[in-house]
């Protein structure tokens, strides 16, 4: 029996709430589907690809071609700059998503799996690049357009940050006693890198782990 006609590309099929969802990626649409067949586009969505699932506060979370978005006004849903596919949420509320490396009439390449914790919200406008891990548990980022190394705790609490006169790109922790931030870090203008070097700072919390 055919429940529902005129969907130009569906995808995402979800039971939630009583109805049926899914996503038709070519018109952009999040639709909602009464048990008589009576649809309601939720929400629309730019670029492709994009899929949904609900937090456990009923909230529904999208992946889009710029990160996860949350909620009817498509509001951020932790980092975003880069695109997903598909998503489930665990009852945690993490949001497990995924991209493949390769489109199908491409050559196969490995893809990624990645999970999104609203815990470890950085604030508007944080852009974590290259990272390293201290013997508190604590992450050091490097942060390319905001021209900083910044040290969070778990939970993404700001601990410290160490300023720059141009984008950093990846931090390290060295030296005998692993207290040395070293930080590579470049000029970035319009897409072109250039006149590189190496900055560092002395920290109180040595490294841990590897590299």
């Known amino acids: 029996m055919i429940f529902a006609t005129g969907i130009r590309m569906g995808e995402s099929p979800r039971w ?109 406008g944080a852009a974590p690049d290259g990272i390293c891990l201290d013997a508190e548990g604590a992450v050091w980022y490097a942060d390319v357009p905001n021209q900083h190394c910044v040290r969070v705790a778990e939970g993404g609490k700001v601990l410290q940050t160490v300023p720059a006169d141009r984008g950093c790109f990846a931090c390290m922790l060295g030296d005998d006693d692993g207290r040395t931030l070293y930080v590579v870090a470049n000029r970035y203008d319009n897409g072109q890198v250039g006149d590189g070097i190496v900055l560092t700072e002395r920290v109180d919390v040595p490294h841990a782990g590897r590299p």
Do not use: Q
């Open 16 to 124: 939630h709430d009583g109805r049926f969802w899914m996503c038709d990626w070519l018109a952009g649409e999040v639709l909602a589907f009464a048990p008589d067949g009576t649809r309601e586009v939720v929400a629309r969505v730019e670029g492709l690809p994009f899929s949904i699932d609900w937090l456990p506060d009923g909230r529904m979370v999208v992946t889009t071609n710029d990160g996860v978005r949350v909620g009817p006004e498509l509001a951020p849903h932790g980092p975003g700059g880069r695109p997903w596919n598909e998503i489930v949420v665990d009852p945690a509320g993490r949001a497990w998503v995924d991209m493949p490396g390769a489109m199908p009439w491409e050559e196969p390449k490995p893809g990624v799996v990645g999970v999104v914790d609203p815990g470890a919200d950085l604030g508007e």
